[in-house]
Each structure stands twice: as structure tokens, then as C-alpha cells.
């Protein structure tokens, strides 16, 4: 299992999304739907069935931590909710994975900023619900 795919495992994901694979088939709506009842759009491809609530479930472990931790703006600190190790190496490895640019990973500082966006957008694109303000 991947360090990423650990990290969607603990908020409560589905598998990740497969890039490339196709969209599970929606059911489909009785001929004689009436016209005040919503009429299912289906997702794009990739997309995640239903949205996980990520800030919600990270509040949640932060304060059952008898640390105080500032997930929204450290990666070390979210890893640490979520019960990750976050050491630098492990961080380098999931930065790896994520495919940090090489220049960044000589500088532990702008690898791990760099890994904090990027995480959080990955679980945007996994379904995550990500404030705008935590993804810019």
C-alpha cells in the first residue's frame, strides 16, 4: 500500500480513483421520473462517489490528540493526526510518490510545503471536501 493511499485509508476514502478507468455506469432513470424529483448526473470519470468531509474528520482527531497540532498548515502535524509517521524520511518517500520536483527535495522546508498543498489537493481530487482558502 502506498503512503498515500494509508492516508486516504484513515479519512475514511474509497480506493483512490484509477486514472483512466471508467466511471461506474449510473442507474438508470425510470421513463416516468416526475419532474420534481432531481434526476441523477453521473460523475466524471475518476471522480469519487461521495465527498469525505476532511476538515470535519481532521477537527475530529485534533482534538482527541493531546498534542496541539496545526494540520491545516504543517504536514508534519497532519500526519501526526491522522497517526502517520512523519519523520523526513517518510515524508521524503511520500513526496516521492507524489512527485515532488527534485529542487524542492534538497530543501526539507519547501519539500514539506510543497507536500502540504499537494496532499490536500490529492484528496480534492479524490472526493475530499477541501476549503478553497487550505488549497491555495
Do not use: Y
Not at 449510473?26 to 475518476?46: D, E, H, K, L
Not at 465527498?51 to 482534538?63: F, H, N, S, T
Not at 508534519?76 to 515532488?100: H, I, Q, W
Amino acid at each position: 500500500m502506498s503512503f498515500f493511499s494509508a492516508i486516504l485509508e484513515k479519512l475514511g476514502f474509497g480506493p483512490p480513483a484509477q486514472p483512466g478507468a471508467p466511471a461506474p455506469a449510473p442507474a438508470p432513470a425510470p421513463a416516468s421520473t416526475p419532474s420534481t424529483q432531481p434526476v441523477p448526473i453521473p460523475a466524471p470519470a475518476g471522480a469519487a462517489l461521495s465527498a469525505v468531509d476532511v476538515v470535519a474528520k481532521l477537527e475530529g482527531l485534533a482534538a482527541s490528540n493531546p498534542q496541539k497540532l496545526d494540520w491545516k498548515g504543517s504536514i508534519v502535524d497532519l500526519l501526526k493526526v491522522l497517526g502517520l509517521e512523519s519523520s523526513l524520511e517518510a515524508r521524503k518517500g511520500l513526496a516521492t510518490e507524489l512527485g515532488c520536483p527534485k529542487e524542492k527535495m534538497n530543501d526539507s522546508a519547501q519539500m514539506n510545503l510543497w507536500l502540504h498543498k499537494t496532499v490536500l489537493q490529492k484528496l480534492a481530487e479524490n472526493g475530499g471536501n477541501i476549503p478553497k482558502e487550505l488549497l491555495g
